[in-house]
């Protein structure tokens, strides 16, 4: 699976920004999709999930309310919908690809190559 992220750019504290994946090979719908985000200096930390079906999601407790993220399985796409954005978000994106519905990088198999968001104060 290779993975391909966009969308990311410079926006004011309180904007919206919508960040897309797109994935090739088939049995898209067989991963669990993840964003990730590493800030300058700062680990790489888990944003959300969603499972292959995108029935069900996961939210860090810092975006929780404020992001969103969808799949269309067709398109072999997924989505991460960006609210209410903060300079403490700002940070290079990564999506990803699980056979597991989870939280810990570590049980990514497959990334992108990130995106980079900024969020000015």
């Known amino acids: 699976v290779q993975l391909q992220a966009s969308g990311g750019g410079l926006v004011q504290a309180g904007g919206s920004l919508r960040l897309s994946c797109v994935a090739s090979g088939p049995t898209f719908d067989s991963y669990a999709m993840g964003w990730f985000r590493q800030a300058p200096g700062k680990e790489r930390e888990f944003v959300g999930t969603?499972?292959?079906?995108?029935?069900?999601?996961d939210y860090a407790e810092s975006v929780k309310g404020r992001f969103t993220i969808s799949r269309d399985n067709v398109k072999n796409t997924v989505c991460l919908q960006m609210n209410s954005l903060k300079p403490e978000d700002t940070a290079v994106y990564y999506c990803?690809?699980?056979?597991?519905?989870?939280?810990?990088?570590?049980?990514?198999?497959?990334w992108g190559q990130g995106t980079l968001v900024t969020v000015s104060s």
């Open positions: 990803a690809a699980s056979w597991i519905y989870s939280r810990p990088a570590g049980k990514y198999n497959y």
């Open positions: 969603i499972s292959g079906s995108g029935t069900t999601t």
